[in-house]
DNA sequence: AACTCGGGGTC
DNA sequence: GACCCAGAGTT
């Protein structure tokens, strides 16, 4: 084994983060992690981790729960389509695979939801394979310790630090060197401000001996991203409101919101937001007043979601919705997974005990 | 190769 | 604001 590998596995013998996946040997928690883990940090992920195993404890839970009950249990973590194909791997693991997991990294690959970085972490982790695993901490590590000067977000990057990553792991505890590679990248090879003098691996590093730790890895910006306005509307029937589901396919699939449009832009006539809710939802509405403002960023745009009470005008409109819809009472929607936006909203409509006595 | 798909922490 | 995080899937 390499000087460089046995400096690394012995610095993470001594000063790993005791994380609740680093326990257990069971694949299906193991799995369970990696897909929250997707681009989502481990701070974040910690509690929504035992809360999943608490409710879903093994693969066979997985694979029979209902869809609401699931995202619920995704609510707030984010890319709920991973949610979805997490089940889906599960159906397959139980239906098709005879509830064993797979071997390999390979057979990995073939499930939903796990692509080449799963699959690595999995095979290596979960079944010793010697199979090497690329994340954001294993670029910026190798990038500094390699003085990769190609941008690690486009392809020739990162096809260089996968080069690195197949070349460099080890047969013995394969699962356990890439680990100590993301966990250097997370506590000392930091994005900024990396700790250098504590690093186990300084003398191996090109970056530092020239000094250009700070310029690695090296990116290509992202353009910026526009901004969008969307219109909710309050629909009271009795003590309810109306409650819509979002497509399966599309962003923040089978999450409930209020109904709601993307308008041009701000200062839109009353009349011209109630003619965009009939043409986009099939729902025929008369708007009162503004009664709560939210503002989000996603990845690849912003938002400002107004809110307003409003009014149905075609009794029957529903029968005509596009999307699944439910009237509920206020105490009901913690009941139902909520995307944050919503969220927001809501908190401004219910928790603040001005607005919005319900007639 | 570019785009879609969340949310939150950090500076 | 911009950047980044144990990325994957589609076009």
Same mark, same amino acid.
């Not at 889906?88 to 990995?108: D, G, K």
């Given at each position: 084994m390499r000087v460089i590998q046995q400096s690394l596995l012995a610095w993470y013998d001594t000063n790993s983060r005791d994380l609740p996946? #680093?326990?257990?040997?069971?694949p299906y928690k193991i799995l369970v992690s990696e897909i929250m883990l997707q681009q989502t940090r481990v701070e974040t992920v910690i509690p929504y981790y035992h809360r999943f195993l608490e409710s879903l404890p093994n693969i066979k839970s997985l694979a029979n729960i209902d869809d609401q009950t699931l995202l619920k249990l995704w609510e707030?973590?984010?890319?709920?389509r991973r949610a979805l194909n997490l089940k889906r791997t599960a159906q397959q693991i139980v239906?098709?695979?005879?509830?064993s997991f797979p071997s390999s990294a390979e057979e990995w690959e073939?499930?939903?939801?796990?692509?080449r970085y799963t699959a690595g972490a999995l095979g290596s982790i979960?079944?010793?394979?010697?199979t090497a695993l690329v994340d954001g901490n294993v670029k910026r590590v190798y990038a500094r310790m390699f003085n990769i000067?190609?941008?690690?977000?486009?392809k020739n990057g990162e096809d260089a630090v996968w080069d690195i990553a197949n070349n460099l792991?080890?047969?013995? #505890?394969p699962g356990d060197y890439n680990q100590a590679l993301m966990e250097l990248g997370a506590t000392?090879?930091?994005? #900024?401000?990396?700790?250098?003098?504590?690093?186990?691996v300084i003398s191996h590093c090109k970056a530092f001996k020239l000094g250009i730790q700070d310029k690695l890895p090296a990116r290509k910006k992202k353009k910026s991203v526009p901004q969008r306005t969307a219109a909710s509307a309050i629909i009271q029937r009795e003590e309810k409101f109306l409650l819509l589901q979002r497509p399966?396919?599309?962003?923040?699939?089978?999450l409930w919101e209020l109904p709601t449009v993307i308008i041009p832009?701000?200062?839109?006539?009353y009349q011209e937001i109630e003619a965009i809710f009939d043409s986009q939802l099939n729902l025929k509405i008369k708007i009162i007043k503004l009664e709560a403002s939210a503002r989000h960023a996603y990845t690849h745009f912003k938002i400002h979601n107004l809110a307003f009470s409003s009014q149905l005008i075609?009794?029957?409109?529903r029968e005509r919705l596009r999307h699944p819809y439910k009237w509920i009472?206020?105490?009901?929607?913690?009941?139902f997974p909520v995307h944050v936006v919503q969220q927001k909203l809501f908190a401004q409509l219910f928790d603040s005990q001005q607005k919005l006595s319900l007639q």
């Amino acid at each position: 084994m390499r000087v460089i590998q046995q400096s690394l596995l012995a610095w993470y013998d001594t000063n790993s983060r005791d994380l609740p996946w #680093r326990i257990t040997s069971d694949p299906y928690k193991i799995l369970v992690s990696e897909i929250m883990l997707q681009q989502t940090r481990v701070e974040t992920v910690i509690p929504y981790y035992h809360r999943f195993l608490e409710s879903l404890p093994n693969i066979k839970s997985l694979a029979n729960i209902d869809d609401q009950t699931l995202l619920k249990l995704w609510e707030g973590l984010g890319y709920y389509r991973r949610a979805l194909n997490l089940k889906r791997t599960a159906q397959q693991i139980v239906n098709q695979l005879n509830c064993s997991f797979p071997s390999s990294a390979e057979e990995w690959e073939k499930l939903p939801g796990i692509g080449r970085y799963t699959a690595g972490a999995l095979g290596s982790i979960v079944n010793g394979e010697q199979t090497a695993l690329v994340d954001g901490n294993v670029k910026r590590v190798y990038a500094r310790m390699f003085n990769i000067e190609l941008p690690v977000n486009e392809k020739n990057g990162e096809d260089a630090v996968w080069d690195i990553a197949n070349n460099l792991v080890p047969a013995g #505890r394969p699962g356990d060197y890439n680990q100590a590679l993301m966990e250097l990248g997370a506590t000392v090879c930091l994005s #900024r401000n990396p700790s250098c003098s504590i690093c186990p691996v300084i003398s191996h590093c090109k970056a530092f001996k020239l000094g250009i730790q700070d310029k690695l890895p090296a990116r290509k910006k992202k353009k910026s991203v526009p901004q969008r306005t969307a219109a909710s509307a309050i629909i009271q029937r009795e003590e309810k409101f109306l409650l819509l589901q979002r497509p399966t396919n599309g962003m923040l699939g089978g999450l409930w919101e209020l109904p709601t449009v993307i308008i041009p832009h701000l200062d839109l006539k009353y009349q011209e937001i109630e003619a965009i809710f009939d043409s986009q939802l099939n729902l025929k509405i008369k708007i009162i007043k503004l009664e709560a403002s939210a503002r989000h960023a996603y990845t690849h745009f912003k938002i400002h979601n107004l809110a307003f009470s409003s009014q149905l005008i075609a009794q029957d409109s529903r029968e005509r919705l596009r999307h699944p819809y439910k009237w509920i009472d206020k105490d009901q929607i913690s009941g139902f997974p909520v995307h944050v936006v919503q969220q927001k909203l809501f908190a401004q409509l219910f928790d603040s005990q001005q607005k919005l006595s319900l007639q």
